[in-house]
C-alpha cells in the first residue's frame, strides 16, 4: 500500500550542523511528496514539497528532491538553527485520491545552542 | 496565511460520555476537511474525510457510528466522539483544503487532546 518511513528521532544537533531526516515511500502510483513542520505547541505547516521525479522542494533553507529511482524524497538544511527544534513529518498523496495524505511517523528535532 | 483552529485543545471525559472536538478554517472556506488521530510516537492515521453539505467518507476500519463528523458549514466541521471508552484516548488534528484550490495543501489545526478516564 501507500507509505511511507522516515528515521526515528529523536534528532539533536548543534546550532550550524548540518541536517539530513531520511525518508523513503513506497513507489505506488504517482504522488507527490511533502514535508511538513510541527513546532511546539502548534499545528503542522508545510514545509516543502514535490510534485514530480526530479522536482526539488525548498524552503526556508531546508531542501529535498524527490527520487524516483531511490524512492527517497530525504530533508536537508545545510546549517541548522535552535529555532528549527520541531517536529518533522515526511508525506505521500495516496493513489487512490489526491487529496489524501498518509504521513510518515514524526523525526523530533532538537538543536543545541 | 490560511489558519485552522480546533476546540478544545484539551479534553477529558468519563467513560461513556460524548465528546465534541471543532475544526473551524478561520480566514478561507473549505469544502474539504480532513481528520487524523495520532498515537503517540505514531504517525497520523487518516481517520475520515468530511465534506460540507454530505456525508463524510471513512477510512477502512473506523466507525462511523463512534466518530460521528458533520462539516454543516464551509468553515466549520465537528468530530463527535460517542460513547468514549479509554482505548479513544488520543491526539485529534484536523486540517482543511481551501475550497476552490487545485493543489493539494492541507491546513491544519493545532490538535486536540482527548482523555478518556
Known amino acids: 500500500g501507500d507509505s511511507v518511513t522516515q528515521m526515528e528521532g529523536p534528532v539533536t544537533l548543534s546550532e550550524e550542523a548540518f541536517l539530513t531526516i531520511n525518508c523513503t515511500y513506497t513507489?505506488?502510483?504517482?504522488?507527490?511528496l511533502f514535508w511538513y513542520v510541527q513546532y511546539p505547541g502548534e499545528g503542522l505547516q508545510l514545509l516543502l514539497k514535490?510534485?514530480?521525479?526530479?522536482d526539488k522542494g525548498s524552503n526556508k533553507g531546508f531542501e529535498a528532491t524527490y527520487r524516483k529511482e531511490t524512492t527517497s524524497f530525504h530533508l536537508e538544511k545545510g546549517s541548522v538553527q535552535v529555532s528549527d527544534s520541531a517536529v518533522y513529518f515526511c508525506?505521500?498523496?495516496?493513489?487512490?485520491?489526491?487529496?489524501?495524505?498518509?504521513f510518515g511517523i514524526g523525526t523530533k528535532l532538537q538543536v543545541i545552542p | 496565511g490560511a489558519v485552522v483552529s480546533q476546540h478544545p485543545s484539551w479534553v477529558i471525559c468519563k467513560s461513556g460520555t460524548s465528546v465534541k472536538i471543532e475544526c473551524r478554517s478561520l480566514?478561507?472556506?473549505?469544502?474539504?476537511m480532513f481528520w487524523y488521530r495520532q498515537f503517540p510516537k505514531q504517525s497520523l492515521m487518516l481517520m475520515a474525510t468530511?465534506?460540507?453539505?454530505?456525508?463524510?467518507?471513512?477510512e477502512q476500519g473506523v466507525e462511523k457510528d463512534k466518530f460521528l463528523i458533520n462539516h454543516a458549514s464551509l468553515t466549520l466541521s465537528t468530530l463527535t466522539v460517542t460513547s468514549a471508552h479509554p482505548e479513544d484516548s488520543s491526539f485529534y488534528i484536523c486540517?482543511?483544503?481551501?475550497?476552490?484550490?487545485?493543489?493539494?495543501?492541507?491546513?491544519f489545526g493545532p490538535g486536540t487532546r482527548l482523555t478518556v478516564l
Open positions: 486540517s482543511a483544503r481551501e475550497t476552490g484550490s487545485f493543489g493539494n495543501e492541507q491546513f
Open positions: 513507489a505506488t502510483g504517482y504522488p507527490s
Open positions: 514535490a510534485t514530480k521525479a526530479d
Open positions: 508525506a505521500r498523496t495516496l493513489s487512490g485520491g489526491y487529496q489524501k495524505v498518509t
Open positions: 480566514d478561507f472556506q473549505a469544502t474539504t
Open positions: 468530511s465534506n460540507e453539505g454530505s456525508k463524510a467518507t471513512y
